[in-house]
C-alpha cells in the first residue's frame, strides 16, 4: 500500500473513530438533555449537530469541485435555530457523515494534491481534509464533555476508565508488537463496551 492509499484509509478511520465517540456519548442521555444550554452563549449538542451538519453538507458535496462554503450554506441558522426533536438530529447527524464518507471513498492518491478553495482560499484536497479532521474533532470533544456533566447516574468510559490505566497498559504490552491501528481497537471498545 502507498502512501496516499494509506492516508486515505487512514483518515477514514479517524474520522469514524470520531462519528462513533460523539454517538456513544449521546446514547448516554436522554432526548431531552441534547437540547439542554447551560445559558445562551452555550451551544446544547443539538446545535452542535446542526452546525457540524451543515458544514459537512457544506465542505464535503461536490468536494473536489465547488468551493466549501456553498453559497445555500446559512451558518448563522445553525446556530440559531437548533433542532428540536431527537429523530431529526439524528438523521441530519448521519445525513452530515454519510456526505463526508462518500466524497472521501471517491477520492484516489492523484487527489490529495489537487487544489480546493475554501471561501475562495485555495488548499490542497489534503490540507482540507486536515482542516476537518482537526474541526470536527473539536466539536465531538465539546459533545461529549457536555454529555458527560449532563448525564444522571453512572458514566460509561469512552476512553480508558478512571483508575484502570495500569490494566489497559498491561493488556497492550502483553501482546506482541506488531503494526495495528489504536482505531481499531478503540471502535472495537466503543461498540463493544461488555468486552473490556
Not at 448521519?94 to 472521501?104: P, Q, R, V
Not at 465531538?140 to 447516574?153: D, M
Not at 458514566?155 to 508488537?177: A, D, M, T, V
Request: proline fraction near 3%.
Amino acid at each position: 500500500m502507498d502512501l496516499a492509499e494509506d492516508y486515505i484509509r487512514s483518515i477514514k478511520r479517524q474520522f469514524l473513530y470520531y462519528k462513533t465517540l460523539a454517538e456513544k456519548a449521546m446514547e448516554q442521555l436522554t432526548p431531552e438533555q441534547l437540547f439542554c444550554s447551560a445559558d445562551e452563549d452555550t451551544n446544547s449538542i443539538a446545535v452542535i449537530v446542526k452546525h457540524l451538519n451543515g458544514n459537512m453538507l457544506s465542505r464535503w458535496t461536490d468536494f473536489l469541485t465547488t468551493d466549501g462554503e456553498k453559497e445555500w450554506r446559512n451558518r448563522d441558522n445553525e446556530f440559531d435555530n437548533p433542532y428540536t426533536d431527537k429523530e431529526t438530529l439524528l438523521a441530519n447527524w448521519e445525513e452530515g457523515w454519510s456526505c463526508l464518507f462518500t466524497a472521501i471513498e471517491n477520492l484516489n492518491a492523484e487527489n490529495l494534491t489537487e487544489i480546493i478553495y475554501i471561501r475562495n482560499e485555495g488548499h490542497t484536497v489534503l490540507e482540507a481534509i486536515n482542516r476537518q479532521l482537526a474541526h470536527y474533532p473539536y466539536h465531538v470533544g465539546q459533545i461529549v464533555f457536555y454529555a458527560k456533566q449532563l448525564k444522571s447516574g453512572k458514566w460509561n468510559s469512552l476512553s480508558i476508565p478512571k483508575n484502570k490505566s495500569n490494566q489497559y497498559n498491561s493488556g497492550k504490552f502483553s501482546e506482541e508488537k506488531g503494526k495495528r491501528n489504536f482505531i481499531d481497537a478503540e471502535l472495537n471498545k466503543l461498540n463493544n463496551p461488555d468486552n473490556q
